[in-house]
């Protein structure tokens, strides 16, 4: 039987596309789930995983942009604002509100008055969306946040932004499967070489990655959504610009979680940018740096981990101070940052993440620079339309091609899994029922895993001890024996999904059953032979 990725790769040759979209990060996956909705014929191809580069390496947060009031730029706070604002909205059981506690240090550049100021007004250009913002005084950080050091303080405030309940990988994932079911061929581990103009199509000549196997795709309009590698991919396709890239390197690093509290300790770091610790799970995550670099591929330096650890030590009353025997996993990667041609990419630490769209229209080539996960939804809305402007007929451009299924399928799906008895099937080690993690993971498609729970309850049991995910590889197999569509169930490749699944660490294998309490500390061991990059491959997720 031909496999889903054989026969999709056999319509990458046989097909000719409306539109060829290189990169399945956040920006090719929305770009992919609007065009397949509303009616055109697209191709998405990626060289790795889908988000497998900078989208699956973020802080799982989307926020706002509130670094942004330092420098004025309030047009693109409003912007940002109202498109956490709609993710909020549109994706209810994904992207949440979440409170930040930020503390100030005496003496920092800026006063604590002139920042809670600033969060007031962020709350108000943010349409009074969020809760209300408020100033913390000494007393009150140390009886709310006991582990915060409140001796190097005079006082914090607290505001709200969201983040990602799954990890930003899987949310892209949701658009790259929305694109699937709109009839988008979407191939990962393909591999574009370049790719020129023939008369009114594109001929792009791409090579599985896996196989070994060269092919053509031919489409009307070129999207290069390749991320950080926008600038190189142009240049195999002899396409100038007047923007490129900049990139600014970003990592975090796992370790057990410090705080009970599900809030963002927000900080000031000693080079005077924010600095947070975050909860994912079981979990905290703690960074950022930013590092110029030249080069997309990055890695973690003992000069990255000396600066986050010896923040986070400074500013936490720890039992002892953390050391590099207390990262469990790390995460590494690169903001691409769009620089237009007069600008000097040595002012990069002032850059935004605004995306910008480059086209030309003589070769119906579309290029996408910059960018962030907070304004997915309108670089989809705004690549549609550039595409429209192409040629390109949209049969239905009025279509919804984002969001959550609406209030009465999922009262439905309650009421079907109350039936069932779904959540006394949860694990005691899971940090949520089973009705609320299928529903936000899989939407009407966990219809389809209450059938096959019924007919074998062992279905709910979980995949890996520790981790909170289920026997999918069963599932997505039996769902093909009966005429569904495995793609439901797989995120991209079976290995890939096993990749991302969170495995345990050295410390969880010898911890007693049940869900560990999250400020306690088990053994510090190391697993033989495991090195740091097996480590970062065991990166928790957002639970």
């Known amino acids: 039987m031909t496999s889903l990725r054989q026969s999709r790769l056999d319509a990458l040759e046989r097909d000719t596309f409306d539109v060829l979209v290189v990169g399945a990060g956040i920006n090719g996956a929305v770009t992919a789930a609007c065009l397949s909705s509303r009616g055109a014929k697209v191709a998405l191809i990626d060289r790795g995983d889908f988000a497998g580069f900078t989208s699956q390496q973020s802080s799982n947060l989307a926020w706002g942009g509130i670094k942004y009031m330092e420098s004025f730029e309030l047009s693109l706070v409003r912007k940002l604002c109202k498109s956490r604002n709609h993710l909020i909205e549109s994706y209810p059981s994904t992207v949440r509100e979440i409170r930040f506690l930020a503390t100030h240090e005496r003496g920092f550049r800026h006063g604590l008055w002139k920042l809670v100021i600033g969060t007031w007004l962020y709350w108000l250009i943010g349409g009074f969306f969020t809760r209300r913002p408020r100033r913390l005084s000494v007393r009150e950080l140390r ?70 196997r060269e092919l053509v795709v031919r489409a009307k309009v070129l999207v290069n959504a390749a991320g950080p590698y926008v600038d190189a991919h142009n240049a195999l396709t002899g396409q100038t610009t007047s923007t490129r890239h900049a990139f600014s390197k970003g990592i975090h690093l796992l370790v057990d979680r410090l705080t009970p509290h599900d809030r963002v300790l927000a900080f ?42 010896d923040n986070v030590n400074k500013r ?41 769209i480059e086209v ?39 279509r919804r091609w984002y969001g959550e299924p609406g209030a009465d399928e999922h009262g439905r799906f309650l009421r079907e899994a109350e039936a069932l008895g779904l959540d006394a099937l949860t694990s005691a080690q899971s940090s949520e029922p089973l009705s609320v993690r299928l529903w936000r993971r899989y939407g009407l498609d966990a219809f389809v895993l209450l059938d096959r729970i019924r007919a074998d309850r062992s ?85």
């Open 459 to 543: 279905a709910a049991e979980l995949l890996i001890e520790w981790a909170e995910y289920l026997p999918l590889r069963d599932r997505a197999r039996g769902a093909e024996r009966d005429g569904r569509d495995a793609r439901r169930f797989s995120p991209a490749a079976l290995e890939d999904r096993a990749r991302r699944a969170p495995r345990r660490s050295a410390r969880e294998r010898g911890a007693p059953r049940g869900m560990p309490h999250p400020l306690r500390r088990a053994s510090r061991g190391r697993a033989r032979g495991v090195g740091r990059r097996d480590r970062a491959r065991r990166c928790p997720r957002m639970t």
């Open 143 to 212: 009886a709310e946040e006991p582990l915060v050091d409140e001796t190097i303080c005079d006082g914090g405030f607290e505001y709200s932004d969201a983040y990602l309940h799954d990890n930003d990988a899987r949310f892209v994932w949701g658009f790259v499967k929305r694109a699937l079911d709109a009839g988008c061929a979407a191939v990962n581990y393909v591999e574009s070489t370049g790719g020129r103009r023939e008369a009114d199509l594109w001929v792009v000549p791409v090579r599985d990655v896996r196989s070994g």
């Open 316 to 356: 936490l009353k720890l039992a002892r101070p953390l050391d590099a025997s207390d990262v469990i996993a790390e995460r590494c990667g690169v903001r691409p940052l769009a620089v237009s041609g007069a600008t000097n990419a040595g002012d990069w630490m002032t850059l935004s993440r605004k995306h910008v």
């Open 360 to 398: 030309d229209r003589e070769r119906a080539h579309v290029s996408i620079f910059g960018g962030k996960l907070t304004d997915c939804l309108n670089v989809g809305e705004e690549m549609c339309d550039e595409i429209r402007r192409l040629g390109v007929t949209i049969p239905e451009p009025r």
């Open 268 to 309: 000031f770091a000693d080079d005077g940018r924010p600095f947070f610790v975050i909860p994912m799970g079981p979990r905290s995550c703690l960074g950022t740096t930013d590092t110029a670099v030249t080069d997309p591929s990055t890695r973690v330096t003992d000069e990255d981990r000396r600066f986050v650890l």
